[in-house]
């Protein structure tokens, strides 16, 4: 939580911020130590996926609600992290108004996701999702979404394999997983789209 959230959410005479850190690791001792009511979470973060905190914060406290709060798109990430556990998605853009709101409503008990993410969960739910680029890059699992990133960031195999703590060999049958799902026939063609994915996000 950045310090300017943590001053908007501080200022709300229902809440008050037990701790802000960087890093999954500091999350989950803090949340040992102070045990709040509700847990603001970043997908990014610099030692373990967002994703992966949810799903161990999910594993210990599973009466704990965790919001996402994030830059990236909720159209590709609030789904998945509802998977994971958490309790709702907010994107860093909204408003202090809508994101108080949001964490009051995951703290009642109740699911949080903003109004577009509502509408197109019912329409995949209805199956008449015609985003069919889109919907690729959904066929994709957590791990290999990351991969697609960090290839579209310019990474190499071996920065791959260091960021996500991976071996290179694993980080290889990521990318030939990611190419049989979404229909590439090299590595070249899969570092292409990656880019291009990366640019239009």
Known sequence: ???GLALTVGKAPDF?????????????????????DVVLADLTL??????????????QYPDLP???LSMHDETLYAERAL???AKGYIMKQASPQTLLDAIRQVYQGEVYVSEKMVRRIITNVSGKD????????ERLSDRQ???LQLIG???NRKEIAEQLHLSPKTVAVHEADIKERLGLASVRELVRYAVSWMEKR
């Open 1 to 3: 939580m950045g310090e």
């Open 16 to 36: 008050v911020v037990c701790g802000r850190v960087e890093t999954a690791r500091e999350a989950m001792e803090v949340i040992g130590r102070s045990i709040p």
């Open 46 to 59: 610099p030692d373990k996926s967002g994703l992966e905190l949810i799903k161990d914060l999910q594993a």
């Open 66 to 68: 965790v919001l996402v």
């Open 83 to 85: 998977r994971a556990g």
């Open 130 to 137: 015609t985003g069919h680029r889109q919907l690729s890059v």
């Open 145 to 147: 979404i990351e991969v």
């Open 153 to 155: 960031a310019g990474k």
